[in-house]
């Protein structure tokens, strides 16, 4: 890709009706890295938003998060899981959570891949999160889904991931 | 901060027109880096982003940075809230002599393990006001990690943001260690 130009709007998913994951596949590896913007609520619940790799459904996923909710400010983690948080901050069945997701350097085939989350939700809470994925090999799919038994609650209708790519020089 | 120790990316300016925008880029060989420095930076954006995957040679975790070569320690402040996946915190740091500029991976941690950031510098060219800059980064290395945001501020004025650099807190950057620079225009 040539240098310049970037932060390219790659795909948009808006859902028709409630689904239990939202995938992006195929995804070029002519960028240095995604971005996704998840406007969403569910069907019932309240979940964070997690995701996996390449359809690693494996213990190969970690985080560690920072989350305030207004009355206290804390921070966890998660060690050999299954999928990583995109956003620790829980949706709700309104239209509350906003979730800024970046894979870092998604395409190289030398580093673990790490991500970094902002989400927030007015009703509930704030959070920075930052996941690894235990992998050496070029993103190509990211799948997301809520809560860790992937899904626990189905996503629902009306909600929208756009997915974005910047290409460094 | 002369001479410089790092690794000059300038040579990859490329004009652009559009309203985010490459710069230029600098991934750390297998020697390693002491810090990365991007200079003759255009004076034709409104903001700066810099995105990086950092690794260390040491127990240092920090991404620092310095503006224009000035080590001042006055000139530089900051405030950090952090998580380290047991208990929150915050901090703050006056007369630092350098910003927060980031989160990387320490030497003891798995080989592959990276931290990662995005560093926003708000109205870099401007010659009337200090300069604010925050971060979102951390890393997390299946067990240990962190994860912050850290704003700073840059006091010494008039001074447009020419120059930018990037450094470990103690220890190099290890190879594949990786900075991307993007300007970010105003209408």
Known sequence: MAAGSTYTPLATQTLGSAAASVTFSSISGAYTDLIVIANIAQSAGSNSLRFRLNGDTGSNYSATYLRGDGSTASSGRDSSVSSGYACDTPGNTSFNLMCIFHIMNYSNTTTYKTTLGRGSNAAIETDAVVSLWRNTAAVTSVQFALGSTFPSNNIAAGSTFTLYGIAAA | ?187
């Not at chain 2, 980031?102 to 941690?109: I, K, N, P, R, W």
């Open chain 2, 1 to 187: 901060m002369s001479p410089i120790l790092g690794i000059i990316a300038s040579s990859n300016f490329q004009r652009v027109t559009s309203s985010y925008a490459s710069i230029a880029t600098t991934t750390v060989g297998s020697g390693g880096s002491s810090g990365i420095t991007f200079s003759s930076i255009p004076q034709t954006y409104t903001h700066l982003q810099i995105r990086m995957i950092a690794r260390n040679s040491s127990s240092s975790d920090a991404v620092r940075g310095q503006f224009n070569s000035d080590t001042t320690a006055a000139n530089y402040s900051g405030h950090l809230l952090y998580g380290d996946g047991a208990s929150a915190g915050a901090a703050a740091a006056t007369s630092f002599g350098k910003f927060g500029a980031g989160y990387q991976a320490q030497s003891s941690t798995t080989a592959g393990t990276f931290g990662v950031s995005v560093l926003d510098i708000l109205d870099y060219t401007s010659t009337s006001k200090g300069k604010t800059t925050r971060f979102l980064g951390g890393y997390d290395a299946n067990g240990t990690g962190a994860v912050g945001l850290f704003s700073s501020g840059y006091y010494a004025s008039p001074a447009a943001i020419t120059s930018i650099y990037i450094f470990p807190d103690s220890g190099n950057f290890a190879q594949y260690s990786s900075f991307a620079l993007y300007g970010i225009k105003g209408a």
